[in-house]
């Protein structure tokens, strides 16, 4: 009984969560984060210079951990159009390693494992989705710092 | 009156003017072609001939232009579009994933990463395009 009970207020608390309104989804959110962004671009286009080692870093280091957080959140919390937005996201995470130096063996084992973290989250599968996302994100990041380190 | 053919403001080309005989000698007359007495029209009329010289040159000098006209930025360009494209993405999906402020954080942040990215790949194309 206490057990049924249990599985019922986390389905309920899922249920909630996936119709709770998304504080990035309201209008001054969107705005904040357009704004954010808009800034981001100028920084980027006036301050970043072209060829900044530590700005290679940080971002091969910030855009997969990240994204791998909001997948495995989402994955866990179930939010609603997740099982087509974490391929999507997944799929720019693994975008990287086309315009930067990488290692070819750790390259395979991140597009492998997002390859199978989009099945398994396409078929709902979030065990497998959350852990696939994990390796796929790890390994894209180990092998951008080792493409930058070699490179270097 | 007529304009003396040997105006020194002329400009045709005068070959007794450059003979400089030696001791004062008149040139020969069978050499030096008619005189401007004996026929004051000076025209020559020249069978077809066809100017044969170096291309290599002037292909040299009309690539030269060409690739200072358009510089190669495809590779900038590609650059550029998908870091974009990638910056896109993830404001899109870090906007509808995060469904707490910690996550908005986390969104936030990988869509600035991503915006820093755009905005110096989207510079050096442009600098790469006005140089």
């Known amino acids: 009984m206490r057990e049924g009970s249990s599985h019922l207020l986390r389905l309920q608390n899922r249920m909630?969560?996936?119709?709770?309104?998304?504080?990035?989804?309201?209008?001054?959110?969107?705005f904040v984060l357009g704004l954010l962004a808009a800034g981001g671009l100028a920084v980027g286009w006036f301050i970043v210079p072209a060829h900044a080692r530590t700005f290679a870093y940080v971002h091969a280091l910030v855009g997969p951990i990240?994204?791998?957080?909001?997948c495995v959140s989402a994955l866990y919390r179930?939010?609603?159009?997740s099982r087509w937005l974490v391929p999507l996201l997944l799929i720019g995470v693994m975008l990287n390693v086309v315009s930067c130096p990488h290692d070819l063996v750790l390259t395979t084992i991140g597009?492998?494992?997002?390859?199978?973290?989009?099945?398994?989250?396409?078929?709902?599968?979030?065990r497998a989705a959350i852990a696939a996302t994990l390796l796929c994100c790890s390994a894209i990041t180990a092998t951008l710092l080792v493409g930058l380190l070699r490179h270097g | 009156m007529t304009t003396p053919v040997s105006n020194a403001n002329s400009s045709f080309y005068d070959p007794n003017a450059q003979f400089s005989p030696v001791g004062g000698n008149e040139p020969d007359s069978a050499t030096s072609g008619p005189s401007p007495a004996a026929s004051p029209s000076r025209e020559i009329t020249l069978s077809?001939?066809?100017?044969?010289?170096?291309?290599?040159?002037?292909?040299?000098?009309?690539?030269?232009?060409?690739?200072?006209?358009?510089?190669?930025?495809?590779?900038?360009a590609k650059d550029a579009a998908l870091s974009c494209a990638k910056a896109g993405i993830t404001a899109a999906g870090g906007s509808l994933l995060a469904t707490t402020v910690v996550g908005a954080g986390v969104a936030v942040a990988a869509t600035l990463a991503e915006a820093f990215s755009c905005g110096k790949d989207l510079r050096t194309y442009y600098d790469c395009k006005t140089e």
């Open chain 1, 16 to 30: 909630t969560t996936t119709n709770r309104a998304l504080p990035l989804r309201s209008p001054r959110g969107l």
């Open chain 1, 66 to 70: 990240c994204i791998a957080t909001l």
């Open chain 1, 111 to 126: 597009l492998a494992a997002g390859a199978l973290a989009t099945f398994a989250s396409l078929f709902n599968h979030h």
């Open chain 2, 48 to 76: 077809p001939v066809v100017i044969t010289g170096d291309p290599g040159a002037q292909q040299l000098v009309r690539q030269h232009e060409a690739a200072r006209q358009a510089p190669d930025c495809s590779q900038e």
């Open chain 1, 78 to 81: 179930h939010v609603k159009h």
